[in-house]
């Protein structure tokens, strides 16, 4: 069982920025793929971004050129830097973490809300 705790979410003007935390319950070097999705209201939840074990990057369109993500495998820990932050941007974050062997398993966090004033 994998246990994941997002952290950094929290209310910023348009044009800020703000970094997101996924701390992990265990070695995230086992984990096959881990990213970060949204959910705004009315909305389905969408992929923002994700990385693999091997470091290989996957971008929304609407958040490229805005967003890193990036995995420190000695603290376990997901980050996702958001900058030049946009109303539009405003949703709750969810980390999710997959592992594919020996049998697929899919880990979700519990979310952190990200507000982005105009």
């Known amino acids: 069982q994998v246990q994941l705790v997002e952290s950094g979410g929290g209310l910023v003007q348009a044009g800020g920025s703000l970094r997101l935390s996924c701390a992990a319950s265990?070695?995230?070097?086992?984990?096959?793929?881990m990213g970060w999705y949204r959910q705004a209201p009315g909305k389905q939840r969408e992929l923002v971004a994700d990385?693999?074990?091997?470091?290989?990057?996957k971008y929304a369109e609407s958040v490229k050129g805005r967003f890193t993500i990036s995995r420190d495998n000695a603290k376990n820990t997901l980050y996702l830097q958001m900058n030049s932050l946009k109303p539009e941007d405003t949703a709750v974050y969810y980390c999710?973490?997959?592992?594919?062997?020996?049998?697929?398993?899919?880990?979700w966090g519990q979310g952190t809300q990200v507000t982005v004033s105009s």
């Open positions: 999710k973490a997959n592992s594919y062997f020996p049998r697929p398993m899919e880990y």
């Open positions: 265990v070695s995230i070097s086992t984990i096959d793929r």
């Open positions: 990385i693999t074990r091997g470091g290989n990057t």
